[in-house]
């Protein structure tokens, strides 16, 4: 008979499945409790030595899972019957091997879903069932595209069917992307993980996302012969492009036009800049559904909305010529002075350029162009990272006469066509 006041046991280190539990229990319903452990520990180690398999429950997960494992040692190999979704199947590996390959596809999209694009290339190439549990991801679901403020480095290979080479700094890490849709093009824009690109044999214009690898094919684009397109631009609309507007002049800056096209839209439409100066144009931006030009003169600019209809000229107080560097920083567009003593930005609401503090500013210089590939602004400790990193990827920073600070590749020749600042967020 056990006495009415309670009895306190404690059992330590008992063993199951080959780990030691540590249990504290009190009073008469443990007892039983206990036993019946105990008497299924006794049980189940004595089938397991008769039957010589192992009984594993599949990592603690709710799941109905249960992998029975037969271990020859003749072979070194171990023999696994599975239970995936009501489907036994059996699986032959080497000794030593995880089980993490036969994660159900259920648990692995509650993995996926909180990964971005380039997590979910690594954990695609962990096995062929994590291959296909993040093709499936895509076919119910979309990957988180990266969305960093600081541009990324495209360099491609001069080989057809090679991967391409993106420097991410803000991990300070490289990856590969099997892309050859952009062999043998320039990127003419760059904005939210998509790509405006040229092919160099054509005018054939066609936009790729880098990281779905989504292609939209835009019409074909009829060009005087002795034009060339020089810049292009894009806007999207839920990450996605919704208007393309390119420009095309010939090397004599005495005609070019501007070519703009919206989704849905069979062809291009064209806005001619017949007579010479006007055919060259420095810069362009593309904001809230107005296009802006800018004239390497630096005193005069033009404003169209994206049907290229005409809205006004505008005159500046402040002369930014070809020399000046214009980019975008923050939704705004700036222009830095080719010292950098000089630092504007463009007020929309009094079609102007005011001067603004340029401490904190730095640029990262295009492909082979004066143009600014991209600006951010940064200070402190991650500043002084990032150009650490950054000079470690084999990149020059170059501070001039003011305080901001560029960022450049040094390439020669065509070397520099395949070098670029990719804008992902």
């Known amino acids: 008979m056990f006495p009415n006041a309670p009895i306190h046991l404690v059992f330590q280190f008992v063993r199951v499945y080959k780990k030691c539990v540590v249990v504290h229990l009190a009073g008469k319903s443990t007892v039983i409790t206990i036993g019946g452990l105990v008497v299924g520990v006794v049980v189940g180690s004595a089938v397991e030595n008769w039957l010589h398999v192992d009984i594993v429950p599949?990592?603690?997960?709710?799941?109905?899972?249960?992998?029975?494992?037969?271990?020859?040692?003749?072979?070194?190999?171990?023999?696994?019957?599975?239970?995936?979704?009501?489907?036994?199947?059996?699986?032959?590996?080497?000794?030593?091997?995880?089980?993490?390959?036969?994660?159900?596809?259920?648990?692995l999209w509650l993995i996926i879903e909180h990964l971005d694009f380039i997590d979910c290339q690594c954990v695609s190439a962990v096995c062929r069932n994590w291959r296909s549990a993040c093709k499936n991801y895509c076919?119910?679901?979309?990957?988180?595209?990266?969305?960093?403020?600081?541009?990324?480095?495209?360099?491609?290979?001069?080989?057809?069917?090679?991967?391409?080479?993106?420097?991410?700094?803000?991990?300070?890490?490289?990856?590969?992307?099997?892309?050859?849709?952009?062999?043998?093009?320039?990127?003419?824009?760059?904005?939210?993980?998509?790509?405006?690109?040229?092919?160099?044999?054509?005018?054939?214009?066609?936009?790729?996302?880098?990281?779905?690898?989504?292609?939209?094919?835009?019409?074909?684009?009829?060009?005087?012969?002795?034009?060339?397109?020089?810049?292009?631009?894009?806007?999207?609309?839920?990450?996605?492009?919704?208007?393309?507007i390119v420009v095309a002049n010939n090397y004599n800056c005495d005609k070019g036009a501007i070519y703009g096209w919206k989704t849905g839209a069979a062809t291009w439409k064209e806005y001619d800049l017949s007579g010479p100066p006007v055919a060259y144009i420095s810069n362009i931006w593309l904001t809230d559904n107005l296009f802006y030009y800018f004239f390497s003169h630096g005193t005069k600019g033009v404003v169209l909305d994206v049907d290229l209809n005409f809205l006004q000229n505008i005159l500046f107080s402040?002369?930014?010529?070809?020399?000046?560097?214009?980019?975008?920083?923050?939704?705004?567009?700036?222009?830095?002075?080719?010292d950098a003593s000089d630092v504007y930005r463009f007020d929309r609401s009094a079609m102007d350029w005011v001067t603004v503090d340029s401490s904190n500013l730095i640029c990262f210089y295009g492909k082979m162009f004066s143009d600014t590939g991209a600006m951010i602004r940064e200070q402190g400790r991650k500043a002084h990272l990032l150009l650490d990193n950054l000079i470690s990827r084999g990149c020059q920073k170059e501070r001039r006469e003011g305080p901001v600070i560029f960022v450049y590749v040094r390439m020669e020749g065509e070397h520099a066509y395949r070098t670029t600042w990719i804008k992902v967020g």
């Open 58 to 107: 599949f990592f603690g997960i709710h799941s109905p899972a249960v992998v029975v494992e037969n271990y020859n040692r003749k072979s070194s190999k171990r023999i696994f019957l599975c239970d995936m979704g009501n489907q036994l199947k059996f699986c032959t590996k080497k000794r030593g091997s995880s089980l993490w390959s036969l994660l159900q596809q259920d648990i």
């Open 139 to 244: 076919t119910i679901s979309s990957f988180r595209t990266p969305d960093d403020q600081i541009p990324w480095l495209m360099s491609q290979n001069s080989q057809p069917n090679s991967m391409v080479e993106f420097y991410r700094p803000l991990t300070n890490k490289t990856h590969k992307i099997y892309l050859p849709e952009i062999f043998a093009t320039l990127c003419l824009y760059s904005k939210d993980g998509w790509l405006l690109l040229r092919p160099y044999a054509n005018h054939q214009l066609f936009l790729l996302n880098l990281f779905t690898k989504d292609k939209i094919d835009l019409p074909k684009l009829i060009v005087d012969p002795k034009n060339f397109i020089s810049k292009g631009t894009f806007s999207t609309q839920l990450k996605s492009p919704n208007c393309v």
């Open 318 to 338: 402040k002369r930014t010529h070809v020399s000046y560097n214009m980019t975008v920083c923050e939704n705004e567009l700036y222009a830095i002075s080719e």
